[in-house]
């Protein structure tokens, strides 16, 4: 397993990720945004060079925005999200980022305490901000 920067061949992989992980998945061309200049992204590949954890970030002037983490359901609690996590805001850093923000389901107490784990806390409450199931989202800020 290793940890490497996002390019164009892994984002099919990414994207059968996506649909194990989330309700709406992004596509693998909604995920092209992840190799702009103004955008980042780490994956964890198997022996074959397969994604099997990913985070993505989008950055805004010294903003960044983390746009999804996950990790395949058959590698999850072995310390992947935790890795691709860490080289994102190590990143972030380099980049001269003064903060990294998302979105997190509120019922999501995984990935809260991944989050938390790595700097992140509660500012702030979108009502309704997801749906499928309707829910409210969490907005964590971890300052650089
Ligand atoms: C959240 C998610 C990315 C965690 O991935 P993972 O590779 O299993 O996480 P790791 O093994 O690196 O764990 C890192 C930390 O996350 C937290 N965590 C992960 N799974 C957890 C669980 N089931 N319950 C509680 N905390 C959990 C812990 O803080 C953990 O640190 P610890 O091992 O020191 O306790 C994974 O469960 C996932 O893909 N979920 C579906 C997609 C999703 O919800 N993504 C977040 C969108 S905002």
């Not at 649909?19 to 103004?38: G, I, M, Q």
């Not at 980049?95 to 019922?107: I, N």
């Amino acid at each position: 397993m290793r940890v490497g920067r996002i390019a164009k061949e892994h984002l099919a992989g990414i994207a059968a990720l996506e649909k194990l992980s989330f309700a709406a998945p992004w596509s693998e061309d909604a995920l092209s945004f992840l190799l702009r200049e103004e955008a980042v992204g780490f994956a964890c590949l198997d022996d074959a060079g397969i994604p099997v954890a990913y985070a993505g970030m989008l950055t805004v002037l010294d903003e960044g925005q983390i746009t999804n983490v996950a990790t395949n359901p058959a590698y999850r609690r072995q310390g992947l999200a935790d890795a691709v996590l860490t080289a994102l805001l190590t990143e972030a850093r380099l980049r001269g980022l003064a903060t990294v923000s998302l979105e997190v389901r509120e019922s999501n107490l995984a990935a809260i305490s991944l989050y938390e784990k790595h700097g992140f806390s509660v500012v702030g409450k979108r009502n309704h901000f997801y749906k499928n199931p309707r829910e409210h989202a969490l907005v964590m800020l971890c300052s650089l």
